[in-house]
């Protein structure tokens, strides 16, 4: 049987309107974009996983407005050639104060419920240790992609398996990455996620001030 060939969806989720993010993403060429702008989180990953399994497309990339990639990432995520259901770069952590020791990356899995979980709950591996790991590893490539229990959402690529069986949901209106890992184990269907430590982006702090939804009209748009 021959092997089905990648069709990915970036899907692009803009509740703000950062400069910077909107320069990145005009670089990035040779992928078919969704864009998610203004709408509530639920709402918007509602919206996306409709589109997607009413498509022919075969992967789903999530990529949120304040994660600053290159042309290489999305190439790097596109082309991995193992096939995962869910593969995932990774990026520093913004989520409590501007000192960057974290990343998105846990291998333990969040607290549940999520949005009652203190920063330090969620037990994120250090920036240090993924360097480390990249420069003791950097002659053995197949040694740089680890299983982990919760990814932040950093260019995640999920099969049409993963977005089939287990539907977007959030808690109180957020955190649908932590309830995504969640399920994955409490579902049972044999999906591991992963991250590959060579695939490095930028996450910027941006205050949740700066939201746009409830104040522009929210709109879905597809750039074939």
């Not at 082309?79 to 952590?93: T, V």
């Not at 989520?95 to 291998?107: C, L, P, V, Y």
């Not at 955190?175 to 890992?181: A, G, P």
Request: include cysteine; proline fraction near 6%.
């Amino acid at each position: 049987m021959m092997a089905v060939a990648m069709k990915p969806l970036l899907v692009i989720f803009k509740p703000r309107s950062i400069p910077e993010f909107d320069e990145a993403i005009e670089k990035i060429n040779g992928i078919s974009k969704l864009w998610l702008k203004y709408f509530p989180q639920p709402e918007a990953y509602d919206r996306a996983r409709k589109f997607f399994l009413n498509s022919d497309y075969t992967h789903f990339i999530i990529l949120p407005d304040d994660l600053i990639v290159t042309q290489e990432n999305v190439d790097a995520i596109v082309n991995y050639e193992k096939s995962y259901d869910s593969i995932s770069g990774w990026c520093n952590n913004n989520g409590r104060d501007d000192t960057n020791i974290d990343t998105n990356i846990s291998a333990f899995l969040p607290p549940d419920p999520p949005r009652t979980a203190t920063y330090e709950g969620y037990r994120w591996f250090k920036i240090a240790h993924f360097e480390s790991l990249l420069d003791r590893l950097k002659d053995e490539e197949e040694l740089l992609t680890m299983p982990v229990l919760h990814q932040g959402f950093a260019l995640s690529r999920l099969s049409r398996k993963l977005i089939e069986q287990v539907p977007f949901r959030t808690d109180a209106g957020c955190c649908v990455d932590s309830c995504l890992s969640l399920d994955l184990v409490k579902f049972r269907i044999g999906i591991t996620q992963y991250v590959d430590l060579r695939i490095r982006m930028r996450h910027m702090k941006i205050p949740r001030t700066e939201l746009l939804v409830g104040k522009e009209k929210p709109m879905m748009l597809f750039e074939k």
